[in-house]
């Protein structure tokens, strides 16, 4: 059963920082790029930053660079985003996501396989 499982998300006030984590079983990690995707309700779900578990290239959307970072645990299947200088506009639900997909398709949620359950970030001003 393919399985992710996001944790981390919280309450943090603005300038704060969170780690979330994406665990992922029931698939091959090094076959998959793994994202997070963020969404408030009436928007459509925005890709936040991706990570290629095989090679390590990584992107990010332009509202969250030199703020946010991904790696990756490849020996633990898991994936991090490290959110540094949250702003509350960074409040919002945030899911991880694997996919078949290369380069910046990953920030496209229309080509996620997998979708974990999501956890809450909150960003107070």
């Known amino acids: 059963e393919v399985q992710l499982v996001e944790s981390g998300g919280g309450l943090v006030q603005a300038g704060g920082s969170l780690r979330l984590s994406c665990a992922a079983s029931?698939?091959?990690?090094?076959?998959?790029?793994i994202s997070w995707f963020r969404q408030v309700p009436g928007k459509v779900r925005e890709g936040v930053s991706c990570?290629?578990?095989?090679?390590?290239?990584?992107y990010y959307a332009d509202s969250v660079k030199g703020r946010f970072a991904i790696s990756t645990d490849n020996a633990a299947n898991t994936v991090y985003l490290q959110m540094n200088s949250l702003k509350p506009e960074d409040t919002a639900v945030y899911y991880c996501?694997?996919?078949?997909?290369?380069?910046?398709?990953?920030?496209?949620?229309?080509?996620?396989?997998?979708w974990g359950q999501g956890t809450q970030v909150t960003v107070s001003s």
């Open positions: 996501a694997a996919a078949r997909t290369r380069g910046l398709t990953c920030l496209d949620f229309r080509r996620s396989d997998y």
């Open positions: 029931g698939f091959i990690f090094d076959d998959y790029v």
């Open positions: 990570i290629s578990t095989k090679d390590g290239s990584r």
